[in-house]
Every structure is written in structure tokens, then in C-alpha cells.
């Protein structure tokens, strides 16, 4: 990298350790946990009783963002926590799959095609901004404008010889974004009301034994499952996969209850805030800035392809913002499950988008690349 302004090591590799385990990075204290998680939780308390969309991980992640960097206190989340909390939310998705659907399923091929046309098209928004507006080389550009998982494109990049904190810090920022804003125009622009939990969920005390039994194994043998099968996402995709699968064969008619789901919110949106650990506006300013930008342009150029789509597709614009807004997939289908809208489908591209990502992008590189990897 040559011209854009680099934050210290240590500073990013909190960062790229929040979805991603570094060499050299360590695992936080019990401590530091507990404090993240009440922190987090206070943030999801105060968004509820201000009666924020979805209060619980948007309070959680903008507490935890402003803490983090402000440097008050260290922060940090175990990553089986995180992904005990992903794999909670791979059985709720699976819920909502049903004998319906699978019939619809075969129908979805122009939403595919779609799906991928805008992945090509705002993965080259974000590369014109990292490469000719920040000035990256084109190997960070390129592996921080693909709107894939932020493990993933990190480590992909860093093989290919790119900034590994550079472009986990890119995507930390993008999916903040994504999740930030998305929420909210659903409140101001569709004038959706968005509960802090799902409406059809019951509670932890009412689910039957054999339910709650039925959808643990669901996640305890799931996770294992999606990482076996090396596909992305693996922790949430296993549970996902076999939840389906127990609710199409009419085993289970069970979700996760409100608890364990509000639970999940705020992990998942603590775990947003711990990426900016230790690093403040002035360490990584050009970085967080142009990630700012290129996030903020991904979700308008969600929100005029579902509106430009939709007749075409057959679908309402707000499914397709949806489906369509990069953020990451665990969040986005957190955002589909509170709101009850198409959940199953919203899911399902997210799947697809990740998948083409993690496929397409490093033979699309390997193509198209025609310059150094250091400029």
C-alpha cells in the first residue's frame, strides 16, 4: 500500500479478529466478556424502551462501536459464543422453510440472475472507490469491494498478497452500515413497524420438551455439519440445513423462543462493535471513511435495483432490499426474521450471494488481473 494513511497493527488487528482469528491474536478474558455483553445488553435495553428497529443488536452494535472506539474499556466476544448465537439463527431460518416453498424454489432463477448482476456491478462501485478514491492497491481494492463474508475475503485477499486488516476493517465498516441503516429506512421510507423481536416466536418457558430438544440438536449437530462441508458461513448454514429439514419432514413446528433470539441480537451486534476495538476515527480515518462510502452506495444501489426490479420479478421492492443490501448474512437474515418478511427467500440469496462471492471472486481475479499486486 503507498498512499492511503495506515492505522497501527495493533490497533487492526482487533479488527480482523472479530470475524477472523489472526496470528498472534488472543482470546478475551471471561471478564472482558461479561462487561461486553452487559454493555451490550444496556445499549439493546435503551433501543427497546426508546422503541428503536430492532433495538436489541442495533442499541448492542452502537453502544459497543462508540466504547470500543472511544477506548473506554477493553471489549471482546468469545467466538464459540458468537457462533453458538449464528448457529440459534440457522434454526430459526429453517423454520421458516416449508413443503410450499420447495415448489416456489425452482422459480427463483431470475432473482439469481439478478442477485449476480448486482454483486458485479457494486463490487465494481467499491473497487473504483478503494483504488482511484483511497488510492489501495489493487489486490485490497478489489478483495474490499467484494461483497462476500468478512472472513472469507480477508483471507483470500491476504494469500493473494493484500492488507488483511485493511480489508477486514473495510468490511467491519460495510456490514455496520448495511445493518445500520437498513432497519431504518424500512421505518422512515416503508413505514414498516419493526418490533424488537419477532412476533410469532413464544417463550422459553412455554416450548415443549421434545421441541427444545428437536431444535438443540438441530444446532449442536449442525455447526459441526457446516464446517465438515467447508461451506461458508458453515455455522449457520449446518443448523439452517437440518432445521429445514426437521420442519419440512413435519417433526417440528417450534422456534427458537423470544430469550434465546433477543440473546442472539445482542451478540450479534456485540460482536459487530468488538471489530473496532482499540482503534479510534484518527487511527483509520481514510479506511473507515471510504468504507463508509462504499457502504452507504452499496444500500442505495439496493434500494433502486429492488425498485427497478420488482415489477420484473414479481416481487415487492422491500423483500428485494432485503435480499439484494450486502450485509452479512447472519445480520441480514436476523433483519428478515424481526420483520417477517419473506424470511426463507431473503435467506436464500444471502446463501447464494456468499457462495458466488467466495466461488467467483478469486477466479474473476485471477482473470481480470493485470498488474502487480503492489502499485
Not at 475475503?153 to 441503516?181: F, K, N, P, W, Y
Amino acid at each position: 500500500m503507498t498512499s492511503q494513511e495506515q492505522p497501527t497493527s495493533d490497533s487492526l488487528s482487533a479488527v480482523a479478529a472479530g470475524g477472523l482469528a489472526l496470528p498472534g491474536s488472543t482470546p478475551p478474558s471471561f471478564r472482558t466478556v461479561a462487561k461486553t455483553l452487559l454493555i451490550a445488553s444496556l445499549g439493546g435495553a435503551v433501543f427497546a424502551l426508546a422503541g428503536a428497529p430492532l433495538a436489541w443488536m442495533l442499541g448492542a452494535m452502537f453502544v459497543t462501536t462508540g466504547v470500543a472506539m472511544a477506548g473506554l474499556t477493553q471489549l471482546g466476544v468469545f467466538a464459540w459464543l458468537r457462533a453458538t448465537m449464528i448457529a440459534v439463527l440457522g434454526v430459526m431460518l429453517g423454520s421458516a422453510f416449508t413443503p410450499d416453498l420447495l415448489s416456489q424454489m425452482l422459480g427463483w432463477w431470475p432473482d439469481v440472475l439478478m442477485l449476480a448482476a448486482f454483486i458485479a456491478i457494486v463490487t465494481g462501485i467499491g473497487f473504483a472507490v478503494f483504488k482511484y478514491g483511497a488510492g489501495y492497491d489493487t489486490t485490497t481494492a478489489y478483495f474490499s469491494a467484494t461483497p462476500g463474508g468478512l472472513s472469507e475475503m480477508a483471507i483470500m485477499g491476504h494469500e493473494l498478497g493484500a492488507d488483511i486488516r485493511t480489508i477486514s476493517l473495510i468490511h467491519a465498516t460495510r456490514i455496520l452500515v448495511v445493518v445500520a441503516t437498513i432497519p431504518v429506512y424500512f421505518r422512515v421510507v416503508e413505514g414498516l413497524e419493526i418490533p424488537a423481536l419477532p412476533r410469532d416466536v413464544g417463550s422459553l418457558v412455554d416450548i415443549p420438551l421434545y421441541e427444545a430438544v428437536m431444535l438443540s440438536a438441530c444446532a449442536l449437530l449442525g455447526v459441526p455439519l457446516g464446517r465438515i462441508s467447508r461451506v461458508p458461513a458453515g455455522a449457520l448454514i449446518g443448523p439452517m440445513v437440518l432445521s429445514a429439514a426437521v420442519h419440512l419432514a413435519g417433526l417440528s413446528s417450534a422456534k427458537p423462543p423470544a430469550e434465546i433470539v433477543a440473546a442472539a441480537q445482542v451478540v450479534v451486534g456485540a460482536s459487530i462493535g468488538c471489530r473496532f476495538a482499540g482503534l479510534t476515527l484518527l487511527d483509520a480515518r481514510r479506511i473507515i471513511s471510504a468504507g463508509l462510502v462504499s457502504g452507504f452506495l452499496m444500500v442505495v444501489a439496493a434500494a433502486l435495483a429492488a425498485y427497478l426490479l420488482a415489477d420484473f420479478l414479481g416481487r415487492p421492492a422491500e423483500v428485494l432490499v432485503l435480499s439484494f443490501a450486502p450485509g452479512g448474512l447472519a445480520e441480514m437474515a436476523l433483519i428478515a426474521l424481526i420483520l417477517g418478511i419473506d424470511t426463507a427467500f431473503v435467506s436464500a440469496m444471502h446463501v447464494l450471494r456468499i457462495a458466488m462471492v467466495v466461488i467467483g471472486a478469486p477466479l474473476v481475479f485471477k482473470l481480470t488481473k493485470s498488474e502487480p499486486t503492489e502499485d
